[in-house]
Structure formats: C-alpha cells, structure tokens
T-cell receptor, first 117, second 111 residues
Framework: EAGVAQSPRYKIIEKRQSVAFWCNPI?????LYWYQQILGQGPKLLIQ????????DSQLPKDRFSAERLKGVDSTLKIQPAKLEDSAVYLC???????????????FGPGTRLTVL | RKEVEQDPGPFNVPEGATVAFNCTYS??????FFWYRQDCRKEPKLLMS???SGNEDGRFTAQLNRASQYISLLIRDSKLSDSATYLC????????????FGQGTELSVKP
C-alpha cells in the first residue's frame, strides 16, 4: 500500500518569499493533518481536514499560512511571506477517520524540510 | 507549562541495557495515549498504544497512570537499532483526534 506522499522534500527560500507544499494522503483516508516540527521539538498540529472541511486550524498562523483540500484528497499548505522562524519540517499525515476509533491511527509522510534564510 | 512533557535527553546506554522514559500530561481530558518512534530525519511512526492495564510488545512495555497523569515506556535488552527519538503522544477524541506530542527523548544505544 502506498504511503503518504509529500513534495518537495527540501526547500530553501529567503525570508519574505512564498512557498507551497503538497501532500497526497493514503487512498481512502478521510482525515488529513499538517504538522510543523521545529528542530528539537515534537510535531505541532497546524490544521486538520475531514474530507474537504476544516476541523481544527486553531494553531495555524492565518496571517501568513493557508491550506486547502479542495476535492477531499490532495492538500496544499502555503506560507506567504515566510519568516526565519518558519524553518522547520512540515509533516503531512492521514487517517481513515478521526476521534474514538481504532481506525484513527495517523500515518505520516516523509515531510518537507524548509529552510528560510 | 507544556501539555505533554518528557524526560530531557539524550539517553546514552550500552547494548543490552534497560532504559525507561517518563512522560506527564496536564490535561485530564486526554483520552488515548501512544508512543511514537522517530528516526533521525525521518517521519514519526507509531510504536505502540498505551492502555491503563499496561501493555507489552516484545522488549517494550508501556504503562499509563491516569490518576497521576503519567505515561512510561520501558525498553529491555536495548539494541543498536533502538537508537531514535521517542515521542509521547496524547489524543482527545472531542478534538477530532488531534495528537499532542511531547518534545521527544533521544536514545542512543552504543556497542
């Protein structure tokens, strides 16, 4: 079974530039998550989608970050404009469902490592 | 105070050693608990779920104490391949399955 796909794997940009990340979840997974992992810390949830609707975006810096999942499958996360403190690994994860279920195990993609100079 | 706190690392142990990781969580509404493993420059992967009765998977034993809001992971007979960062994770169903991660504890097993 194919896992969660992400691209690009690495990105280097200068501050104030824009960047976009792409995620393709495991086929059939309704729930998709974007996490930010800063070096030395655990992943932090940015946004969660259930199909194409947003479930939780409470920790998404909405002045510069945006995300969409238009057809309930692929998702993109955008940063505009980037700041130095956005340097991190951006992880996408998916699960069959969410909440109280044995089917809510989250599977992570390999991540996109962003460096902002 | 962070919602999930773990022992600061790194832990450097010889092969064959037994090592224990501790984790505390602050929100009593947390409902399910996990240990994830993250290899260097890789994504996190589920190691095991943690149940109130305690559970074991080979050399790994996880314990949960809801009254103390404390989770532990014990690794017996450490192998070189156990070297990784171990992440303590809690989940609240009423928040749509959101996972809250601790900062991780790095383990390095030496020959």
């Amino acid at each position: 079974e194919a896992g969660v796909a992400q691209s690009p794997r690495y990105k280097i940009i200068e501050k104030r530039q824009s960047v976009a990340f792409w995620c393709n979840p495991i086929s059939g997974h309704a729930t998709l998550y974007w996490y930010q992992q800063i070096l030395g810390q655990g992943p932090k949830l940015l946004i969660q989608f259930q199909n194409n609707g947003v479930v939780d975006d409470s920790q998404l810096p909405k002045d510069r970050f945006s995300a969409e999942r238009l057809k309930g499958v692929d998702s993109t996360l955008k940063i505009q404009p980037a700041k130095l403190e956005d340097s991190a690994v951006y992880l996408c994860a998916s699960s069959l469902t969410a909440g109280r279920s044995t089917r809510n195990e989250q599977f992570f993609g390999p991540g996109t490592r962003l460096t902002v100079l | 105070r962070k919602e999930v706190e773990q022992d600061p690392g790194p832990f450097n142990v010889p092969e064959g050693a037994t090592v224990a990781f501790n984790c505390t969580y602050s929100n009593s509404a947390s409902q399910s608990f996990f240990w994830y493993r993250q290899d260097c420059r890789k994504e996190p992967k589920l190691l095991m779920s943690v149940y109130s009765s305690g559970n074991e998977d080979g050399r790994f034993t996880a314990q949960l104490n809801r009254a103390s809001q404390y989770i532990s992971l014990l690794i017996r007979d450490s192998k070189l391949s156990d070297s990784a960062t171990y992440l303590c994770v809690v989940n609240r169903y009423n928040q749509g399955g959101k996972l809250i991660f601790g900062q991780g504890t790095e383990l390095s097993v030496k020959p």
